[in-house]
């Protein structure tokens, strides 16, 4: 809300503003979904030829783990939001 002579009236944002405010707020999280998706990545390549038993139970630890990151992006994002 703007001040404009005592009386307050809403703020109009222009389509371009939410869209820079939206960017400046998600970037953070975008940018660590990718790194944990390409922490899982490289797990996989180094463990890849040790056999389908450890391909499994990186495939295993990694589902909770994202299970989990969304939950806790999800509880950041609605204290901050």
């Known amino acids: 809300m703007a001040q404009v002579e005592g009386k307050t009236q809403p703020v ?3 389509q371009q503003e939410a869209r820079r405010h939206v960017i ?4 953070p999280a975008v940018v ?3 790194l944990v998706t390409l922490f899982g990545m490289i797990d996989m ?3 890849g030829s ?5 391909i499994a ?3 295993l630890t990694n589902q ?9 992006q999800a509880l950041n994002v609605g204290t901050t939001a």
């Open 64 to 72: 909770p783990i994202f299970l989990a990151l969304a939950a806790f």
């Open 50 to 54: 040790v056999g389908p038993q450890a």
């Open 12 to 14: 109009e944002l222009t």
């Open 45 to 47: 390549m180094m463990v």
């Open 24 to 27: 400046a707020l998600a970037w």
């Open 57 to 59: 139970a990186v495939g």
């Open 32 to 34: 660590e979904q990718l």
